[in-house]
């Protein structure tokens, strides 16, 4: 078993940056896929970055490229995702998930086996 927590959320002005972090535990070495997802009212649960844990490789969506960084802290065992340039439209439940993916399947919520509570992110204009 693997056991995330998000924190890191908050309420922030548009232009603002916000630094989510999710603090892992357990058996992690049984995955090789951390990720960050979010979740708007009414809308579906999104992929917004992934990170391949053993070699390090990451993605992006595109609606967040050059504005956020997913990192991972080997040594405290934690994730992080670094946001800048926050917009309204990022608003959303933001999750951290665990699981073992196939190449090019990082944005799809089924693979996850773990996930954190969420962690709620609010950009105002």
């Known amino acids: 078993q693997v056991q995330l927590v998000e924190s890191g959320g908050g309420s922030v002005q548009a232009g603002e940056s916000l630094r989510l972090s999710c603090a892992a535990s357990?058996?992690?070495?049984?995955?090789?896929?951390m990720a960050w997802f979010r979740q708007a009212p009414g809308k579906e649960r999104e992929g917004v970055a992934a990170?391949?844990?053993?070699?390090?490789?990451?993605f992006y969506a595109d609606s967040v490229k050059g504005r956020f960084t997913i990192s991972r802290d080997i040594a405290v065992n934690t994730l992080y995702l670094q946001m800048n340039g926050l917009k309204p439209e990022d608003t959303a439940m933001y999750f951290c998930?665990?699981?073992?993916?196939?190449?090019?399947?990082?944005?799809?919520?089924?693979?996850?086996?773990?996930w954190g509570q969420g962690t709620q992110v609010t950009v105002s204009s």
């Open positions: 998930a665990a699981g073992s993916t196939q190449f090019g399947s990082w944005t799809r919520p089924g693979v996850y086996s773990y």
């Open positions: 357990g058996a992690t070495y049984s995955t090789n896929t």
């Open positions: 990170i391949y844990t053993r070699l390090g490789i990451t």
